[in-house]
């Protein structure tokens, strides 16, 4: 879905800025996020804030996309991201990015934006190595549909999954979680291929 105007804004500021690199940056090391020689695929990138975080991990390459054409102009605007790509590209058809080419998949909480989440996970899949993992924190859909009744930003019903539900699907399509933490309406994954 794209971003209301308030929600836009809301996610290029310097408190969501001020999370990203505090907080769930942090717990996606904790959970196994390594400094590697890696090829990383972040979905959802943004303005690239992301892209800043995960190009310190010194990757092999780095490709952020984002539905938004007004976040990858954003993006792309970025300093000092030498080995970084972005792409307009829906995150549930990732066909431009060859099978078992990544060995990381980063998701900054951008899940609950998507009717199709499912399918998304399914390219996680799809485009990731033998051993690659994806890292990936969500709200719960309890915290979203409050989100909703508060700021009405209007997120998809289908992306106020449980975590039951989630967790499920993951299993379904043959993803196993290797770590998660949570940290009150929101939880942060490691999971990784059977």
């Known amino acids: 879905?794209?971003?209301?105007?308030?929600?836009?804004?809301?996610?290029?500021?310097?408190?969501?800025?001020?999370?990203?690199?505090?907080?769930?940056?942090?717990?996606?090391?904790?959970?196994?996020?390594?400094?590697?020689?890696?090829?990383?695929?972040?979905?959802?990138?943004?303005?690239?804030?992301?892209?800043?975080?995960?190009c310190g991990l010194r990757p092999r390459s780095y490709v952020g996309i984002d539905l938004m054409s007004e976040m990858i102009d954003l993006a792309k605007r970025r300093q000092g991201l030498p080995n970084a790509e972005f792409r307009v590209m829906d995150a549930a058809d990732l066909g431009a990015i060859p099978d078992a080419s990544k060995d990381v998949v980063v998701i900054f909480g951008i899940l609950h934006h998507i009717p199709n989440w499912r399918e998304v996970l399914r390219e996680c899949h799809r485009v990731l190595r033998g051993d690659g993992r994806v890292f990936l924190e969500e709200p719960?859909?309890?915290?979203?549909?409050?989100?909703?009744?508060?700021?009405?930003?209007?997120?998809?019903?289908?992306?106020?999954?449980?975590?039951?539900?989630?967790?499920?699907?993951?299993?379904?399509?043959g993803f196993a979680v290797k770590r998660r933490l949570g940290i009150g309406l929101f939880r942060s994954y490691c999971i990784e291929r059977k």
């Open 1 to 54: 879905m794209r971003l209301t105007d308030r929600e836009f804004r809301g996610m290029n500021n310097a408190v969501r800025r001020f999370f990203q690199r505090r907080l769930e940056f942090p717990v996606f090391r904790r959970l196994g996020l390594r400094d590697e020689n890696q090829d990383i695929l972040e979905i959802g990138c943004g303005s690239g804030y992301g892209a800043v975080l995960l």
């Open 140 to 173: 719960s859909g309890a915290a979203v549909r409050l989100w909703d009744s508060i700021f009405h930003w209007g997120h998809p019903a289908e992306g106020q999954f449980s975590w039951r539900d989630f967790e499920d699907h993951l299993a379904q399509i």
